[in-house]
């Protein structure tokens, strides 16, 4: 029987799937390609079924069946660390520094109002120089919290001044100093 060369791809799944004992369509049934004249050709049969494999010799009892050899998967390419470091986040928006004493129930301990007294020399200083467009103070409480609010009109002053404040507030308790934009107190309004 000869396999014509379009159909080749059909018998050879019908002759694989016979030999594993997969059933498959039937392939398509071929197309005429001689001229009407003639008489119709009949189509070919379809192949016999392989013959089963016959079995290799038989491990001897007791032995463990044959392993198959497991397949290798391809790993993804390892991740390499990118070259160039990522820039540092952008400092605060805010130029605004606020520097708040708080008590413990019995007034603004002895520490913390010396370091807000040279917190306070030191803004008073930057408002000489004209660093500042702004400095207000805000009594909070009865016990004597305070709220320092400087604000800047250069964002490298205010960081240089936040650097100087931290350094002179430096393990002192109940001293809060923070980047945050002032909050405008009722006499600060117009």
Same mark, same amino acid.
């Given at each position: 029987?000869?396999?014509?060369?379009?159909?080749?791809?059909?018998?050879?799944?019908?002759? #694989?799937?016979?030999? #594993?004992?997969?059933?498959?369509?039937?392939?398509?049934?071929?197309?005429?390609?001689?001229? !009407?004249?003639?008489?119709?050709?009949?189509?070919?049969?379809?192949?016999?079924?392989?013959?089963?494999?016959?079995?290799?010799?038989?491990?001897?009892?007791?032995?463990?069946?044959?392993?198959?050899?497991?397949? !290798?998967?391809?790993? !993804?390419?390892?991740?390499?660390?990118?070259?160039?470091?990522?820039?540092?986040?952008?400092?605060?928006?805010?130029?605004?520094?606020?520097?708040?004493?708080?008590?413990?129930?019995?007034?603004?301990?002895?520490?913390?109002?010396?370091?807000?007294?040279?917190?306070r020399a030191l803004m008073d200083h930057k408002q000489r120089e004209q660093q500042l467009s702004g400095l207000s103070v805000r009594?909070?409480?009865?016990?004597?919290?305070?709220?320092? #609010?400087?604000?800047?009109?250069?964002?490298?002053?205010?960081?240089?001044?936040?650097?100087? +404040?931290?350094?002179?507030?430096?393990?002192?308790?109940?001293?809060?100093?923070?980047?945050?934009?002032? +909050?405008?107190?009722?006499?600060?309004?117009?």
């Amino acid at each position: 029987m000869a396999i014509r060369p379009r159909h080749w791809k059909a018998w050879l799944l019908a002759a #694989c799937a016979a030999g #594993c004992g997969a059933q498959t369509p039937e392939p398509p049934a071929p197309v005429a390609t001689q001229a !009407p004249a003639q008489a119709p050709v009949a189509a070919p049969e379809p192949p016999a079924p392989a013959p089963a494999p016959t079995p290799a010799a038989e491990p001897p009892t007791g032995a463990a069946p044959p392993q198959p050899k497991p397949v !290798p998967v391809p790993l !993804p390419p390892p991740q390499t660390p990118d070259p160039k470091p990522k820039p540092a986040a952008p400092p605060a928006p805010y130029l605004d520094i606020s520097i708040t004493t708080l008590s413990k129930g019995r007034g603004v301990p002895e520490p913390t109002r010396e370091a807000y007294q040279r917190v306070r020399a030191l803004m008073d200083h930057k408002q000489r120089e004209q660093q500042l467009s702004g400095l207000s103070v805000r009594r909070m409480g009865l016990e004597g919290e305070t709220r320092l #609010c400087a604000r800047f009109s250069d964002a490298a002053q205010a960081r240089e001044a936040l650097a100087e +404040i931290r350094e002179l507030t430096a393990g002192v308790e109940l001293i809060a100093v923070e980047s945050t934009p002032c +909050i405008p107190s009722k006499e600060d309004a117009p």
